[in-house]
């Protein structure tokens, strides 16, 4: 069984065990166990015992998988960006934190509160099958500089679009902007 490149994710982003090959070795193992010593175990052996096999093969496939998963899973994270370096993460909390703004400075809008949290949820799984850890998730949550930042993305855009301070005019065009456009940032609202 030999290692090789990944083609899961991004190009180079470690090195993986083919999970078929994984399961057959094991597989292959336990039927010969649970045959024990027939006639037909011992032509497969003599036959295969002509072909030259890789080291591992003699091993205890179960330890051999277990070494192969560690292998699999270290380089993976090891290379892994922060999450505040993650665009799709990023983009849809600044998405967010607009919505936000726009529900509590616009009379004429309201949030979609579950559909919001639905959403959060749904970050939350694409992040943890992504390989970052509750840990990191929450880290990245709980960080000061990463909330002003984001925050100031968010606030640059609503100016952008002609957001001013005090003036719920201005956040209700916005709103409308996004539900004509049909944006990911509308879906967070509901009209009153």
Do not use: H
């Amino acid at each position: 069984m030999a290692l090789r490149a990944s083609g899961y994710g991004k190009a180079g982003r470690g090195l993986s065990v083919p999970i078929t090959a994984l399961l057959r070795a094991v597989s292959r193992k336990a039927s010969a166990f649970r045959v024990g010593q027939s006639d037909g175990i011992r032509a497969r052996t003599a036959a295969s015992s002509s072909r030259r096999k890789p080291p591992c093969q003699d091993e205890n496939p179960f330890a051999a998988a277990v070494a192969a998963s560690t292998l699999v899973a270290v380089p993976a994270f090891a290379q892994q960006a922060p999450l505040s370096q993650e665009k799709y993460i990023n983009d849809r909390l600044i998405a967010a934190r607009i919505a936000d703004r726009v529900r509590r400075e616009c009379p004429t809008y309201g949030a979609r509160m579950v559909y919001a949290w639905g959403q959060a949820r749904a970050l939350k799984r694409y992040a943890l099958g992504k390989g970052y850890s509750e840990a990191q998730i929450d880290a990245f949550l709980d960080s000061k500089e990463d909330k002003k930042r984001i925050y100031a993305v968010a606030e640059d855009y609503l100016k952008r679009k002609g957001a001013k301070k005090g003036d719920a005019q201005s956040f209700c065009a916005i709103g409308d902007q996004e539900f004509a456009s049909k944006s990911y940032i509308a879906t967070f609202l509901v009209k009153k």
